[in-house]
């Protein structure tokens, strides 16, 4: 099962990267064909294999010779990879479906606020969704409902950030879909969690935050990418944070 979900890892990863290139840019990923983003040419099934196409195409568009971007092969093998590493962590359980979830999230995020400083929507609601399922199935609509309050309170905490930080710096400090996305990080862990999420996300982007700013003047960086990254880990890492948690309330 692990190489199936390695195998579906390299599919899906190609479909995020569609999804996290084109629909920023309003273009239709589930009727019109796959194309070449250099000529336009439409492609033959036999250049969409995952990986494969990439090397027997030696990285190269068939029909304008332009080079492709290894970030395709890139974003393949990273979701297949992690695929597989999630089966094998959990096998079917709960914490894998939420596992898949979140990881392709992270995939479509990074590829979509990397590139265009977007977090899309569609994403955002389809993921909100498979959430409450799988929360309601596992749990009840107790649960579920909880955790929609969880969500509610950490989405507010964010928007009071965004509010304030504005009111300071007199511009925008946070974009829209990052105070969606705390909704998200509430909803599939809980609001003390989700803290911790928002504390090591800003952890995470200062490094390149500093980077940027040193190297290129740009104070403008992709968040959304540090935040489903925090989240990722503390997902991953859940008992040891749930530890740090009780020993902060202990004290």
């Known amino acids: 099962m692990a190489i199936v979900f390695f195998i579906a890892g390299l599919f899906l990863g190609s479909f995020y990267l569609v999804l996290g290139l084109r629909l920023p840019k309003k273009e239709d990923v589930i009727f019109s064909r796959s194309h070449c983003d250099s000529c336009g040419h439409t492609l033959k099934w036999y250049n969409l294999i995952p990986i494969f196409s990439y090397i027997f195409q030696k990285g190269k568009c068939t029909y304008c010779h332009q080079k492709i971007s290894p970030l395709n092969i890139i974003v393949e093998l990273a979701t297949a990879v992690l695929f597989m590493i999630g089966y094998i962590m959990y096998?079917?359980?709960y914490e894998f479906y939420m596992y898949l979830?979140?990881?392709?999230?992270?995939?479509?995020?990074?590829?979509?606020?990397?590139?265009?400083?977007?977090?899309?929507?569609?994403?955002?609601?389809?993921a909100i969704i498979l959430i409450l399922i799988l929360k309601f199935v596992y749990f009840g609509y107790k649960e579920a409902l909880l955790a929609i309050v969880n969500g509610l309170l950490l989405f507010a905490v964010m928007y009071f950030i965004q509010f304030l930080g504005e009111k300071i710096f007199k511009r925008e400090s946070l974009g829209g879909g990052d105070v969606k996305f705390s909704f998200i990080i509430g909803f599939a862990l809980n609001f003390q969690l989700g803290l911790i999420v928002l504390i090591l996300s800003t952890f995470l982007a200062l490094p390149y935050s500093?980077?940027?700013?040193?190297?290129?003047?740009?104070?403008?960086?992709?968040?959304?990418?540090?935040?489903?990254?925090?989240?990722?880990?503390v997902f991953v890492f859940l008992g040891k944070f749930e530890a740090l948690l009780n020993f902060i309330f202990n004290i």
Do not use: R
């Open 91 to 93: 096998g079917f359980s």
């Open 101 to 126: 979830i979140i990881t392709s999230l992270m995939i479509i995020i990074f590829v979509s606020d990397f590139n265009y400083m977007i977090i899309l929507d569609s994403p955002l609601v389809v």
């Open 210 to 233: 500093l980077s940027c700013l040193y190297l290129t003047k740009n104070n403008e960086v992709p968040y959304g990418p540090f935040l489903v990254g925090a989240l990722f880990i």
